[in-house]
T-cell receptor, first 116, second 115 residues
Framework: AQSVAQPEDQVNVAEGNPLTVKCTYS??????LFWYVQYPNRGLQFLLK??????LVKGSYGFEAEFNKSQTSFHLKKPSALVSDSALYFC??????????????FGSGTRLSIRP | NAGVTQTPKFRVLKTGQSMTLLCAQD?????MYWYRQDPGMGLRLIHY???????AKGEVPDGYNVSRLKKQNFLLGLESAAPSQTSVYFC??????????????FGPGTRLTVL
């Protein structure tokens, strides 16, 4: 079955330290991958996406993500965490080869907590 | 430019009651979506629309109906609410369908409780 996994429900990082939020996927073909962030009582906001090309994608607020085809991963990273980065992060994958919105699959989310 | 707006923000229903959630976007997007968000389950697609007058089922369509009479509006209806429909509902829109590679823009959500 095609799926997206975010193996950590919560990630805790001290401010100023690097952070990683993990995402792995299981789809056939070449997927399109996305990261979204959700702040409290708000809708999801787009951070970055990988469609094709350079495996390292840079996005909003200093975040970046690396597409690793061999490990089927798309981990979100930031070199130096800020308290304001504390939020819920969702990985999503668009399953290739389908002309249907139902083939956009979201992970279960990872809550990122940055302590001062 | 308000983006994607949702009405209402909160609602409490009794089992069996009906209601309609309204989503509006002012970005002239072709595609609109309704998701529900439940703890530990991410977002699940309920219904979506690829243009005015068209709708299609998503992953979890049962118990919901939708309509897209105007391009800018996408309505989600619950005919007979059940406690299992307690959730946070998000509307989203995106500018085009090809490959679904475009970013989705999300509304702020509607928190629905069914007693």
């Amino acid at each position: 079955a095609q799926s997206v996994a975010q193996p950590e429900d919560q990630v805790n990082v001290a401010e100023g330290n690097p952070l990683t939020v993990k995402c792995t996927y299981s789809v056939s073909g070449n997927p399109y991958l996305f990261w979204y962030v959700q702040y409290p009582n708000r809708g999801l906001q787009f951070l970055l996406k990988y469609i094709t090309g350079d495996n390292l994608v840079k996005g909003s607020y200093g975040f970046e993500a690396e597409f690793n085809k061999s490990q089927t991963s798309f981990h979100l990273k930031k070199p130096s965490a800020l308290v304001s980065d504390s939020a819920l992060y969702f990985c999503a994958v668009r399953v290739p080869g389908y002309s249907s919105a139902s083939k956009i699959i979201f992970g279960s989310g990872t809550r990122l907590s940055i302590r001062p | 430019n308000a983006g994607v707006t949702q009405t209402p923000k909160f609602r409490v229903l009794k089992t069996g009651q009906s209601m309609t959630l309204l989503c509006a976007q002012d970005m002239n997007h072709e595609y609109m979506y309704w998701y529900r968000q439940d703890p530990g389950m991410g977002l699940r697609l309920i219904h979506y629309s690829v243009g005015e007058g068209t709708t299609a089922k998503g992953e979890v369509p049962d118990g919901y109906n939708v309509s897209r009479l105007k391009k800018q509006n996408f309505l989600l209806g619950l005919e007979s609410a059940a406690p299992s429909q307690t959730s946070v509902y998000f509307c989203a829109s995106s500018p085009r369908l090809a490959g679904y590679t475009d970013t989705q823009y999300f509304g702020p959500g509607t928190r629905l409780t069914v007693l």
